[in-house]
């Protein structure tokens, strides 16, 4: 599928679990984001990528783990999940060539910590 | 530092009303503004910026937004609702296209348009 892809789009975990969330783009944009969404709270960005295997903290990246190996990828984990990562996670890309704000966002991954 | 106010989490009008989005920003720096429409269970999608230049900017669905830096807003409007324009709303800023300048989103205001 062209564009931007979120896998899996829901996902139930327990705490202390590792969670990977997935995030495909098919555009080859050089940044990719990952933003939680919350209510009140808007959406916050987590981590960034300004490129493959280049990778910075965003405005809450604490129990979160980035990795970019490929520029079509970045992955998301959570190492050990707590109740307060329950949330809505999206990805998002853009390119090089764009200002920062113009962002194409994925579809969203759902996920609950019991 | 950059921050984003948007007045009202809530909003309802009826179909064919005018459509008034309220959206404050503060930044250090000349900011660039953007307002992005979340469609039910959808990721965001952009609805229309604001960078130089032209202070009133059109985007997508008949939607527009003016840039008013004496009242730092940048309010988004359209003349007449429709039942599809139902969606989460919310205005960003960044403060350029520096590394530096991340994206802030305000919390949003959900759009609600009755018959």
């Known amino acids: 599928d062209a564009g931007i892809t979120q896998s899996p789009r829901y996902k139930i975990t327990e705490t202390g679990r590792q969670v990977t969330l997935m995030c495909h783009q098919t555009?080859?944009?050089?940044?990719m984001f990952w933003y939680r969404q919350d209510l009140g709270h808007g959406l916050r960005l987590i981590y960034y990528?300004?490129?493959?295997?280049?990778?910075d903290k965003g405005e809450v990246p604490d129990g979160y783990v980035v990795s970019r190996s490929k520029t079509e990828n970045f992955p998301l984990t959570l190492e050990s999940a707590t109740r307060s990562q329950t949330s809505v996670y999206f990805c998002?890309?853009?390119?090089?060539?764009?200002?920062?704000?113009?962002?194409?966002f994925g579809p969203g991954t759902r996920l609950t910590v019991l | 530092a950059q921050s984003v106010t948007q007045l009202g989490s809530h909003v309802s009008v009826s179909e064919g009303a005018l459509v008034l989005l309220r959206c404050n920003y503060s930044?250090?720096?000349?900011?660039?503004l953007f307002w992005y429409v979340q469609y039910p269970n959808q990721g965001l999608q952009l609805l229309l910026k604001?960078?130089?230049?032209?202070?009133l900017v059109k985007g997508i669905n008949g939607f527009e937004a003016e840039f008013k830096k004496s009242e730092t807003s940048f309010h988004l409007t359209k003349p007449s609702a429709h039942m599809s324009d139902a969606a989460e709303y919310f205005c960003?800023?960044?403060?350029?296209?520096?590394?530096?300048?991340?994206?802030?989103f305000g919390t949003g205001t959900r759009l609600q348009v009755t018959l």
């Open positions: 998002a890309s853009r390119t090089s060539g764009s200002t920062w704000g113009e962002q194409f």
């Open positions: 555009w080859s944009h050089s940044y």
């Open positions: 990528s300004a490129a493959a295997d280049i990778t």
């Open positions: 930044s250090s720096v000349p900011p660039y």
């Open positions: 604001y960078t130089t230049g032209a202070t």
């Open positions: 960003a800023v960044t403060g350029g296209t520096g590394t530096a300048s991340k994206l802030t």
